[in-house]
């Protein structure tokens, strides 16, 4: 993997904190793109899963986050 020792032991600290199976941290630098990321995150869910469409041209999150 690659990325800073101190974010990863912060992940795995956060990680400890959490009831299990919520095992995966995901670092943003805003709010904005932390919506942004659990929307691409819940969608590639929904595609695995053959339950959706791909959106067409605007970015999901854009009316969450205006």
Avoid: Q, W
Avoid at 18 to 37: I, M, Q, R, W, Y
Avoid at 43 to 63: Q, V
């Amino acid at each position: 993997m690659r990325g800073h020792p101190g974010a990863f032991a912060l992940a795995d600290g956060v990680a400890a904190l959490t009831p299990k199976g919520l095992d995966h941290v995901f670092f943003c630098n805003s709010g904005s793109e932390a919506v942004d990321t659990a929307m691409k995150i819940a969608l590639a869910y929904h595609l695995a899963r053959k339950e959706g469409s791909e959106p067409i041209s605007c970015p999901a999150s854009a009316p969450i986050t205006a």
